[in-house]
């Protein structure tokens, strides 16, 4: 066991409270996009971070926006294995504000999201919202390459299911779609968020 002087623990204490200070509002936002309430997303964000500051000593100096990342994602999965997250309003209404191109386009898909499976999206949510690669998606979620591409894969069928003939636009998006009016496949996902 090391031994911590009063002044280390004290400054450990300090870079945590700084960590959360900083990086809280981020983690709450990924934590709404994930479970689709504000209040869910708050409860989701604190006990992550009370799960990242049993071990701050051990990750600070590592990586530990990854780390707090990962600590989210899977909490949310153990939550929603626990059957926790079952009390839900009946309309999700998402209050987040949306981009001024086109909040209705942001609504569905939105909405879209919050019916895709909890691991799914957790997978599109690193990928797309977060924009992490295949190889850190897997590291975030504690699981292999081959499961976030199958998951991937598996999330973006359940939108496009969900969605079914939504028309979506993607010549109106800024940076979106290829100027065409077709759909390319995964642009629906990065447009607007």
Do not use: N
């Not at 204490?13 to 509002?25: G, K, L, P, V």
């Amino acid at each position: 066991m090391e031994y911590y002087s009063p002044r280390t623990a004290v400054e450990v204490e300090r870079d945590f409270d700084e960590f959360a200070r900083s990086r809280q509002a981020h983690l709450r936002r990924t934590a709404y996009l994930l479970c689709g309430d504000w209040h869910l997303a708050e409860d989701l964000t604190q006990t992550a971070l009370a799960k990242l500051y049993a071990v701050w000593r051990r990750v600070r100096k590592d990586a530990p926006d990854g780390y707090a990342r990962k600590v989210l994602y899977r909490t949310f999965v153990d939550e929603t294995r626990r059957r926790r997250w079952w009390e839900r309003p009946r309309a999700y209404e998402y209050d987040a504000t949306a981009p001024a191109h086109d909040p209705e386009l942001r609504v569905t898909l939105l909405a879209a999201l919050r019916q895709v499976p909890a691991r799914s999206r957790a997978v599109l949510v690193l990928r797309f919202w977060e924009d992490q690669s295949v190889e850190a998606t897997a590291a975030a979620l504690g699981c292999s390459v081959g499961t976030v591409k199958s998951q991937t894969s598996r999330g973006l069928d359940a939108l496009r299911r969900i969605l079914g003939d939504t028309p979506l636009a993607p010549s109106s998006w800024s940076g979106g779609g290829d100027g065409t009016g077709k759909d390319t496949g995964t642009d629906y996902l990065t447009a607007g968020w």
